[in-house]
């Protein structure tokens, strides 16, 4: 009878054990896949960040042109400026989608996305602006 009682005292160690150990996993996995989705976020972040900044800069860079312009300079790197802040833009809506898909597959809150679609129809506003004045600026020059 006593080997009896301990073989079943065994046997629930074990099995708690195994559950224990099952329990452990599975938190692993869940936490290691919270992280890898964080480095991807991160990731996303760092590109829209280095997209908008890279953008501001070829705003300068077009303000300086049209400044150049107005006093009858030389300026013709407008059109690449404008292709380069045209693509630039199409980059980060790309991203912005990616992300997007990103944070609903993870059910992430989007609290944010508000901003950054009033940031890209500023930026794009202006590039479709600056457009506009430079076809018919350029058929007068």
Same mark, same amino acid.
């Given at each position: 009878?006593r &080997?009896f009682?301990?073989a079943i005292? #065994?046997?629930? $160690?074990f099995?708690?054990?195994?559950?224990l150990i099952? +329990?452990?996993?599975?938190l692993?996995r869940?936490i290691?896949t919270e992280a890898?989705?964080?480095?991807?976020r991160g990731r996303?972040?760092?590109?829209?960040v280095?997209g908008?900044l890279e953008?501001?800069?070829?705003?300068?860079?077009? &303000?300086?042109?049209?400044?150049?312009? #107005?006093?009858g $300079?030389a300026?013709e790197?407008?059109e690449?400026?404008r +292709?380069q802040?045209?693509s630039?833009?199409e980059?980060?809506?790309?991203?912005?989608?990616q992300s997007?898909?990103l944070d609903?597959?993870?059910g992430a809150?989007?609290?944010?996305e508000?901003?950054?679609?009033e940031?890209?129809?500023?930026?794009?506003g202006?590039?479709?602006?600056l457009k506009?004045?430079?076809?018919?600026?350029?058929?007068?020059c």
């Open positions: 009878m &080997r009682d301990f005292r #065994l046997v629930a $160690a099995a708690a054990l195994a559950v099952v +329990a452990q996993g599975l692993n869940q290691a890898q989705q964080q480095v991807v996303f972040a760092g590109d829209l280095s908008l953008s501001s800069a070829t705003k300068q860079r077009l &303000r300086a042109w049209s400044l150049r312009a #107005l006093i $300079a300026h790197d407008g690449m400026l +292709a802040m045209g630039t833009l980059q980060l809506d790309k991203i912005n989608g997007r898909e609903y597959l993870a809150s989007t609290n944010d508000d901003d950054l679609d940031v890209q129809h500023l930026h794009s202006s590039v479709t602006a506009r004045p430079s076809r018919s600026g350029s058929s007068r």
